[in-house]
């Protein structure tokens, strides 16, 4: 499966993004989805995971209750509302597909190019 990530920008502090996640050459209801991002400097780090139905989703501390992540299976795009933003969220951020519901970045085999965010305070 093929992603490609786009919806990325810059906003002040509290502002509001929704990235989006285009997958092609598989279906994306096949795999369980993550969201990922990297600050400069840092390693890549999870941020949220939904599973192939939609049902469960996981999200890391630091963005839950502002992070929403979904998907639409029969648009077969991943999509990741981000509410107010933090100057910390800023970062590339990619999706990645997987045949499990984890937030192990080992076991995505399948990544967006990543797109980048910037909160400025």
């Known amino acids: 499966v093929q992603l490609q990530a786009s919806g990325g920008g810059s906003v002040q502090t509290g502002g509001s993004l929704r990235l989006s996640c285009a997958a092609s050459g598989r279906t994306l209801e096949s795999y369980h989805m993550g969201w990922f991002r990297q600050a400069p400097g840092k390693e890549r780090e999870f941020v949220a995971a939904?599973?192939?139905?939609?049902?469960?989703?996981y999200y890391v501390d630091s963005v839950r209750g502002r992070f929403t992540i979904s998907r639409d299976n029969a648009k077969n795009t991943l999509y990741l509302q981000m509410d107010s933003l933090k100057p910390e969220d800023t970062a590339v951020y990619y999706c990645a597909a997987s045949p499990r519901l984890t937030s192990t970045e080992k076991e995505y085999n399948y990544w967006g190019q990543g797109t980048q965010v910037t909160v400025s305070s």
């Open positions: 939904i599973s192939r139905s939609g049902g469960r989703t």
